[in-house]
């Protein structure tokens, strides 16, 4: 089945620094990795996502970016703020036929935002 | 209530009771999930119902039951449970077979087995 490698465990970052997050996985049939960030206390949310087809991905402060060949994809906040503060996690699925009910986690990464 | 819901929030049962966990979801979904969330580890996704059959059971121990009675609910009938078991139970939702890829969490219910 697929595995999710998912680094640094723990960031720390100055506000306005940018921070970055690396997964690996290793199903090379996944075509889907979505990130959610999970606030203290909160439930996880979907922040940004993307397929296969696509190297990258912004929405703001945030882009997400997709090596196929080495099976790898990263999360990039910049200008970081106090409230970024939050475990983000990473995962990947097989979708097919638009469902990618199979999510595989990464262990999550709690980043610090110091004002 | 708007999105997935959950109840209770937080559960202490002792390893010889029987409890179920609730979950809700408003969002018109056809596809519904338990994960279970431990300290240090990733989220781990225990079942799948999609269109109210069970599509998926990711090698949970007997003692967790899932019930799925129509699209909107789900539960999780717990019985026997050990203390490792202890940890935040996730429910989530979402729209499979169209172009809306995103699953919705629930608040979780946090439960300890004394």
């Known amino acids: 089945g697929e595995n999710v490698e998912q680094h640094p465990s723990t960031l720390s970052v100055q506000e306005g620094d940018s921070a970055v997050i690396k997964c690996t996985y290793s199903?090379?049939?996944?075509?889907?990795f979505p990130w959610y960030k999970q606030e203290l206390g909160k439930r996880p949310q979907l922040i940004i996502d993307i397929r296969s087809n696509v190297g990258e991905k912004k929405d703001q402060r945030i882009a997400v970016t997709l090596n196929k060949t080495a099976k790898h994809f990263s999360l990039h906040i910049t200008e970081t703020q106090p409230e970024d503060s939050a475990v983000y996690f990473c995962a990947a699925s097989m979708n097919s036929g638009g469902s990618n009910y199979k999510l595989t986690f990464g262990k999550g990464t709690l980043l610090t935002v110091n004002p | 209530e708007t999105g997935v819901t959950q109840t209770p929030r937080h559960l202490v049962m002792g390893m010889t009771n029987k409890k179920s966990l609730k979950c809700e979801q408003h969002?018109?979904?056809?596809?519904m999930y338990w994960y279970k969330q431990s300290a240090k580890k990733p989220l781990e996704l225990m079942f799948v119902y999609s269109l109210e059959e069970r599509v998926e059971n990711n090698s949970v121990p007997s003692r967790f039951s899932p019930e799925c009675p129509n699209s909107s609910h789900l539960f999780l009938h717990l019985h026997t449970l050990q203390p490792e078991d202890s940890a935040l139970y996730l429910c989530?939702?979402?729209?499979?077979?169209?172009?809306?890829?995103?699953?919705?969490f629930g608040p979780g219910t946090r439960l300890t087995v004394t």
């Open positions: 989530a939702s979402s729209q499979e077979g169209g172009q809306g890829y995103e699953q919705y």
């Open positions: 969002l018109g979904h056809n596809a």
């Open positions: 199903d090379s049939a996944s075509n889907y």
